[in-house]
């Protein structure tokens, strides 16, 4: 069972449309929630930490919020250059133990 | 300009035959770490190093070695590779890993190995 889960998987909107990116986690011991934007052919690019229930973090057009069991990404009247694949990835542990897990991405494609 | 470097880019290889994949920062980061993408499957761990000559399995070690001789270099090492070891490969780096839950990774630009 995935620890990780982002939904959908794939997403399409019109420019302008706002929506909403998931990522639900069931790990324990949350030490962190990370949001990364990837585009095609590069490597994953840091977008926000996460860190307690009730945080929000704003970039842009980006909205990232978090509760006890799930991460939401906001995506307020998206343009083109949105369109990339978003991951989330969850650090779970403590002591001298800690893990980083990434859920698999939701590819979002926002047309003009 | 902070950045972690990997090198090849690219490379198309035969079965067996050894080859390494250089990774390096330039942000004086503790923490390093190589990753595999494949399409389905995400992001998956391979090995990570939480400092010099401190290193770990990740969750999809086999077939694999690293080394940390140097704070800022990390290289993957493919002593006989084969085919299901055909990904894209990316290396990322952090400040710390344990000190610092809130520490993001920065990654490469990733290496595309295809193996015959």
């Known amino acids: 069972e995935d620890q990780v889960t982002q939904s959908p998987e794939a997403l399409r909107l019109q420019e302008g449309e706002s929506s909403s990116l998931n990522c639900s986690y069931t790990v324990s011991g949350l030490r962190g929630l990370f949001w990364y934007r990837q585009d095609p052919g590069k490597g994953p690019e840091f977008l926000f930490t996460?860190?307690?229930a009730g945080e929000e973090k704003e970039k842009e057009r980006l909205k990232a919020t978090l509760t006890k069991k799930e991460s939401f990404l906001h995506i307020t009247a998206p343009k083109p250059e949105d369109s990339a694949t978003y991951l989330c990835a969850v650090k779970e542990g403590g002591g001298s133990n800690y893990k980083l897990t990434f859920g698999k991405g939701t590819l979002l494609t926002v047309n003009p | 300009e902070a950045q972690v470097t990997q090198n090849p880019r690219y490379l198309i290889t035969v079965t067996g035959k050894k080859l390494t994949v250089t990774c390096s920062q330039n942000m004086n980061h503790e923490y390093m770490s190589w990753y595999r993408q494949d399409p389905g499957l995400g992001l998956r761990q391979i090995y990570y190093?939480?400092?010099?000559?401190?290193?770990d399995k990740g969750d999809v070690p086999e077939g694999y070695k690293v080394s940390r001789k140097e704070k800022r270099n990390f290289p993957l090492i493919l002593e006989s590779p084969s085919p299901n070891q055909t990904s894209l490969y990316f290396c990322a780096s952090s400040l710390s890993f344990m000190g610092a839950p809130n520490q993001p990774q920065h990654f490469g630009d990733g290496t595309r190995l295809s193996i015959l």
């Open positions: 996460l860190y307690s």
């Open positions: 190093s939480m400092n010099v000559e401190v290193t």
